[in-house]
């Protein structure tokens, strides 16, 4: 990289000569030039493009006297870095009384940081755009609902959108503001401004389908993702890959796996997108044989597998012959390298308890991310093992996040480690500042309940916690009470909830239990009717317990 410049007084010259890709992700690097001559600024393409074609003039305001140093000697280490380098010195220069233009220049800059997602820089490049230059530009107005869509700004995005005069000019912003509603999750506002779109005449493109179809898929409502199809088919799409790709996904999250099927059959060159669209909706809907037998179909077409394929066939509830099948092929093709894949192994080998296996796995891993260190302590949750891998866990530097600590209180749970239990449940809040859900404080009572200590128990739902306490918590609190025999606090539990889960026999029965083994058989007699008016009686003489 060569960046170079000059001390400027009345005329201003930036000259930026990028050799690496630092600000184009394209194989030719354009050079930037504002020079500031009788209040003109100029802007240089590549330039091999230059040649016979006529220089750009925009005015500009007269600048103040300046000085902007580029250190030669210090170039940018990084494409971040060099995108800074240039948005400083523009920031600079209109700070120093100098209007900057050129819509290529913006163009260019806000390119960068959508490709790096470097969204704060794409803040202060709008910071530096003239507010008369964004009504007019449509281009730069795009490419900034793009950067703060797809970055999780939706709110901001829609704004800008709202305020664009000429929206309609291109699907290029409409498909911008979709793409970042349904990259995050807001399907229905996704398949709004969709709808829009149809509406005020835009016609849809090929980009703009497999956006809205991710959105009918993330809803499940196969009649939206139909009235989607039939616009791909009246625009004459029905053949694009792409959006085939998108339509087998849709129909498979949708439920309907046999259009998603045909539709699959109907691709002339599959992708690995293809294959996993329809291998993960196979999988969804526990078609496991099915799932498998296209698997074996991939491989014959000489499709290799990525690491989303194998992590989609092990996180399923396959039978142990299947798996070993898998995996023998994930070490022959040694793809037992990438972490998505060991860490689905490890999960599929505890779901079979082979311990032995799973230690195995975790031991051989080149490197470990949470997901890891928590597979491994879940597996061993009904053993000391689990705390041992936590400490592990520190010790190297991991972080553990709410899914480790619910296996680590379990564990304390199953175990009766009170003292473990309490320490891990307070560095929890104390050290790592989760905030504990429904699941830590079922552990917790879980814990207290098993070693018999029902009033601190009780004691923990009614003052500990910071939410009301749900079927989980009184379901566990009910079971520590028939165990210890504790009928005050079980009438309690019980009464909750009857009224939580008005039809779950199990809660009834439990109470009658306490009763019984307290020798309340008149409270037995009581629940029973109880049952009885509740229509849960299944019409069969009672039995006592």
Avoid at 116 to 124: K, M, N, V, Y
Avoid at 344 to 351: E, G, K, M, R, T
Avoid at 368 to 382: E, F
Avoid at 397 to 425: M, N
Wanted: with cysteine; net charge positive; charged share 25%.
């Amino acid at each position: 990289m060569e960046i170079m410049a000059l001390p400027l007084q009345q005329n201003i010259s930036i000259t930026i000569n990028f050799r690496s890709p630092y600000l184009c992700a394209k194989s030719t690097y354009p050079t930037f030039s504002l020079t500031n001559e009788n209040t003109k600024i100029r802007k240089l393409q590549n330039p091999k493009q230059t040649r016979g074609n006529p220089k750009t003039h925009i005015s500009l305001l007269k600048s103040r006297q300046t000085q902007l140093i580029f250190n030669p000697k210090s170039p940018p280490k990084s494409k971040l870095e060099a995108l800074e380098t240039v948005i400083t010195k523009l920031e600079s220069t209109v700070s120093n009384g100098t209007e900057v233009n050129d819509p290529q220049i913006f163009a260019s800059l806000l390119e960068t940081c959508f490709n790096l997602q470097a969204i704060d820089h794409g803040i202060r490049v709008h910071r530096l755009i003239p507010e008369k230059l964004l009504r007019k530009n449509v281009g730069i107005s795009s490419k900034l609902i793009r950067l703060y869509a797809c970055n999780g700004q939706t709110q901001k995005a829609h704004e800008l959108f709202d305020k664009m005069p000429k929206r309609n000019a291109s699907a290029f912003p409409w498909n911008s503001i979709i793409s970042g509603y349904a990259e995050n999750g807001l399907f229905e506002d996704a398949l709004a401004i969709y709808f829009q779109m149809v509406e005020e005449g835009v016609e849809p493109d090929c980009y703009t389908f497999p956006r809205a179809l991710k959105a009918c898929g993330g809803v499940g409502l196969i009649h939206v993702g139909e009235e989607v199809h039939r616009h791909v088919i009246r625009r004459g799409l029905e053949s694009n890959g792409f959006i085939l790709n998108a339509l087998v996904d849709m129909y498979a999250k949708c439920g309907d796996i046999v259009k998603a099927r045909k539709l699959f059959d109907r691709i002339g060159t599959k992708d690995l997108v293809s294959w996993n669209s329809m291998l993960i909706g196979y999988i969804r809907h526990e078609l496991i044989s099915e799932a498998f037998n296209l698997f074996r179909l991939m491989i014959r077409e000489g499709i290799v597998p990525d690491s989303v394929s194998m992590s989609a066939l092990l996180v399923a509830r396959l039978p142990l012959s299947i798996g070993k099948q898998i995996y023998g092929w994930v070490l022959r093709r040694g793809t037992n390298q990438e972490l998505s894949v060991v860490n689905s192994l490890v999960d599929f080998y505890a779901d079979q308890k082979k311990l032995k296996q799973v230690r195995w796995l975790f031991e051989h891993m080149h490197e470990r991310d949470v997901i890891s260190w928590n597979s491994v302590i879940s597996a061993h949750s009904k053993h000391p093992e689990a705390l041992s891998y936590f400490e592990k866990m520190v010790k190297f530097g991991a972080t553990p996040d709410g899914v480790t600590f619910v296996s680590l209180l379990s564990t304390c749970a199953h175990l009766g480690k009170l003292e473990d239990g309490e320490r891990l449940f307070r560095i929890m809040k104390e050290r790592y500042d989760i905030s504990p859900r429904m699941e830590h404080y079922g552990c917790m009572v879980n814990l207290y309940g098993r070693i018999g200590l029902i009033d601190k128990a009780f004691d923990f739902v009614m003052k500990r916690m910071e939410f009301e306490a749900g079927p989980t918590i009184w379901g566990a609190l009910l079971y520590a009470c028939y165990r210890h025999g504790n009928v005050e606090i079980g009438e309690i539990a019980a009464q909750h909830l009857f009224e939580l889960e008005p039809d779950n026999e199990h809660n009834f029965e439990l109470l009658m239990k306490i009763y019984k083994n307290a020798g309340l058989l008149e409270d037995v007699e009581r629940i029973k009717l109880m049952m009885v008016e509740r229509g849960l009686d299944r019409s069969i003489p009672y039995k006592r317990c």
